[in-house]
């Protein structure tokens, strides 16, 4: 079962930084998508960001677009997700996400294994 463990997030003021990272464990693809999607209180999820185990490609929302960059690790079982210039419509809970492949509209990962979140609160 594949088991997804996160870290970072907290509370900025807008236009702050922070990181999560995420750590994957108990897959059995070779290669996979590994990504961010988040909830807003009272919204759907979104997808936020993704990248693709197998050959590096990046997808991001266009709300995020320049201003969030998703990485990997050392090992490609890990990726980090790095926000600048956070605003307060980018608070919400947010959850690394386990899919089998990446697409645009994040569909593998909205569908996906998810971790348990992290909150993200930006303040005005």
């Known amino acids: 079962q594949v088991r997804l463990v996160e870290s970072g997030g907290g509370s900025v003021q807008t236009g702050g930084s922070l990181r999560l990272s995420c750590t994957a464990s108990?897959?059995?693809?070779?290669?996979?998508?590994l990504g961010w999607i988040r909830q807003a209180a009272g919204k759907e999820h979104e997808g936020v960001a993704s990248?693709?185990?197998?050959?590096?490609?990046?997808y991001y929302a266009d709300s995020v677009k320049g201003r969030f960059t998703i990485s990997q690790g050392n090992a490609k079982n890990t990726v980090y997700l790095q926000m600048n210039n956070l605003q307060p419509e980018d608070t919400a809970m947010y959850y690394c996400?386990?899919?089998?492949?990446?697409?645009?509209?994040?569909?593998?990962?909205?569908?996906?294994?998810r971790g348990q979140g992290t909150q993200v609160t930006v303040s005005s």
């Open positions: 996400t386990f899919g089998t492949s990446c697409r645009g509209d994040f569909y593998f990962l909205l569908f996906g294994h």
């Open positions: 108990g897959y059995t693809y070779s290669t996979f998508c």
């Open positions: 990248m693709s185990t197998d050959d590096g490609s990046t």
